[in-house]
T-cell receptor
């Protein structure tokens, strides 16, 4: 069966510090991968998606970036965090076509102080 | 552009009552998918159901049922005989049909916080 991991589970970082969140998927190959952010009191917003190694598409301009160095690894980064980067970050994966549902990881709760 | 509206921010009912969560969507796509996810206090989103735009048949799974009406662009979710364990935030979501380009991220509503009181 497939599983998705995210770490760390929680993170408290000062403004201006760097960020690296990691997501890995097990039990599947060539998945589509996604990063979403859930800010307090708001819905989930798609940040990045990837259909393959090294292929990243951004949905919202921001000071965050994503990378996919391996087939089942997806990394969310920032060089300098802003207060507005605080939120709950969820990684998701989707099997190749024709299935369409996405399956989510446990999330990382980021607080920027 | 796609949009999902969940007008009910919070619903509170007493256990064993039936409750319906509303979802209205907007899309220009002729083929699309609709989803419901559950987010318990732990935070992880749990997939509940997917519905294809060309399939308007309603679905029942145990105490859960979904009513998809393309004419009104609605995809409502009903829990029958609610239980305390149903307490969570429920999200309705929309995606275009897979185009091969990978641009099939989900557009979420803002969620409905469902509270089931014992």
């Amino acid at each position: 069966s497939q599983t998705i991991h995210q770490w760390p589970a929680t993170l408290v970082q000062p403004v201006g510090s760097p960020l690296s969140l990691e997501c890995t998927v097990e039990g599947t190959s060539n998945p589509n991968l996604y990063w979403y952010r859930q800010a307090a009191g708001r819905g989930l917003q798609l940040l990045f998606y990837s259909v393959g190694i090294g292929q990243i598409s951004s949905e919202v301009p921001q000071n965050l970036s994503a990378s996919r160095p391996q087939d089942r690894q997806f990394i969310l980064s920032s060089k300098k965090l802003l207060l507005s980067d605080s939120g709950f970050y969820l990684c998701a994966w989707k099997p190749p076509f024709p299935l369409s549902e996405q399956f989510f990881g446990p999330g990382t709760r980021l607080t920027v102080l | 552009a796609q949009k999902v509206t969940q007008a009910q921010t919070e619903i509170s009912v007493v256990e064993k009552e039936d409750v319906t969560l509303d979802c209205v969507y907007e899309t220009r796509d002729t083929t699309y998918y609709l989803f419901w996810y559950k987010q318990p206090p732990s935070g992880e989103l749990v997939f509940l159901i997917r519905r294809n735009s060309f399939d308007e048949q309603n679905e029942i799974s145990g105490r859960y049922s979904w009513n998809f009406q393309k004419s009104t662009s609605s995809f409502n979710f009903t829990i029958t005989a609610s239980q305390v364990v149903d307490s969570a935030v429920y999200f309705c979501a929309l995606s275009e049909a897979y185009s091969g380009g990978g641009a099939d991220g989900l557009t979420f509503g803002k969620g409905t916080h469902l509270i089931i009181q014992p």
